[in-house]
């Protein structure tokens, strides 16, 4: 059975930084590109930042560049997102996403963690 398990989520006052995480398991870690979507109340959820199978290749939305850094360490079957310099818009439910890639057309998703940026 597959998991992915998001942690790290809190209250972060604006300016603050925090790290989430996305642990998997039940799947072959390296044969998923791996990404962070993001959803506030009342608004669609969004591509946060995108990491390939193998960690060469990034992608990150307008709005987050320069502030957040998305990373894996295959290893440990485990994704990170460091984000500094919070803004109250960077609050949201932020997702896990684990999609398969060629051949493999899996696509799995966590439950999120709440993150607050509030005073």
């Known amino acids: 059975q597959v998991q992915l398990v998001e942690s790290g989520g809190g209250l972060v006052q604006p300016g603050g930084s925090l790290r989430l995480s996305c642990a998997a398991s039940?799947?072959?870690?390296?044969?998923?590109?791996m990404s962070w979507h993001r959803q506030a109340p009342e608004k669609e959820r969004e591509l946060v930042a995108r990491?390939?199978?193998?960690?060469?290749?990034?992608y990150y939305v307008d709005s987050v560049k320069g502030r957040f850094t998305i990373s894996r360490d295959n290893g440990k079957n485990t994704m990170y997102l460091e984000m500094n310099s919070l803004k109250p818009e960077d609050a949201a439910v932020y997702y896990c996403?684990?999609?398969?890639?060629?051949?493999?057309?899996?696509?799995?998703w966590g439950q999120g963690t709440q993150v607050t940026v509030s005073s």
């Open positions: 039940g799947l072959t870690f390296v044969r998923y590109d």
């Open positions: 996403n684990a999609k398969g890639y060629g051949n493999n057309k899996n696509d799995y």
């Open positions: 990491i390939s199978s193998h960690g060469g290749s990034t």
